[in-house]
């Protein structure tokens, strides 16, 4: 297949998930309680730089636009596999949230624990989707700059990741602390089983 058509499909993963995120973030319960401003600013720095890497080519540079991988089909095919995966995840887990979604880390009014969905195995499974999304199309791209991509995805959703924890460990105290015992942080805990799990904003 033609690399440009190639790309074009790998897109469509993201315009879905970009779709439903903004059709959602309507639909969401008022803020009681947010993490600060600076906390914010640096994630949203280093997704945007991540999402850059991933998707622009004038970060070519140097061995940023080195391949890393040949450029064959199959591999292509892949990464755009695990896109839709991803995003698929993400949306659920999404859904699964409902207006106790917040894109920052935020405790909503009359926050509800909800046990139903991937929050039933995974802590941060918005987060995970993501990072899965992210590998898929760092396949596609084949270049360097698609591992530093995911590098820095994973630094900013883990560090985002554990200020949502301190958060709602303070909210629902040993209820969370149960949760978290049972629970993956961003993939699942084999040979255990998710109970009572608590909303989260990731």
């Known amino acids: 297949m033609n690399p440009a058509t190639v790309w074009k499909v790998a897109m469509i993963p993201w315009y879905v998930f970009a779709?439903?995120?903004?059709?959602?973030?309507?639909?969401?319960?008022?803020?009681?309680?947010?993490e600060k401003s600076a906390d914010r600013l640096i994630t949203l720095a280093v997704v945007i730089t991540a999402y850059l890497l991933l998707f622009s080519r004038w970060?070519?540079?140097?061995?940023?636009?080195?391949?890393?991988?040949?450029?064959?089909?199959?591999?292509?095919?892949?990464?755009?596999?695990?896109?839709?995966?991803?995003?698929a995840i993400a949306i659920w887990a999404r859904y699964s949230l409902g207006q106790y979604w917040s894109a920052r880390v935020t405790l909503k009014e009359g926050h509800q624990l909800i046990r139903n969905g991937p929050y039933a195995w995974v802590r941060h499974p918005i987060y995970t989707g993501m990072l899965v999304a992210g590998v898929g199309t760092a396949l596609v791209v084949g270049e360097w700059r698609g591992v530093l991509a995911i590098a820095l995805l994973v630094a900013a959703h883990s560090r985002k990741a554990r200020r949502?924890?301190?958060?709602?460990?303070?909210?629902?105290?040993?209820?969370?602390?149960?949760?978290?015992?049972?629970?993956?942080?961003?993939?699942?805990?084999?040979?255990?089983?998710g109970m009572g799990t608590p909303a989260d904003q990731s």
């Open 164 to 193: 949502e924890e301190r958060m709602l460990t303070l909210e629902f105290g040993d209820q969370y602390t149960a949760y978290r015992q049972s629970t993956g942080f961003l993939f699942p805990k084999f040979g255990r089983s």
């Open 59 to 87: 970060l070519r540079i140097g061995w940023l636009g080195v391949r890393f991988l040949p450029q064959e089909d199959w591999i292509a095919y892949a990464g755009i596999v695990l896109s839709c995966l991803g995003t």
């Open 19 to 34: 779709g439903f995120w903004l059709v959602s973030a309507f639909r969401v319960k008022r803020t009681k309680a947010r």
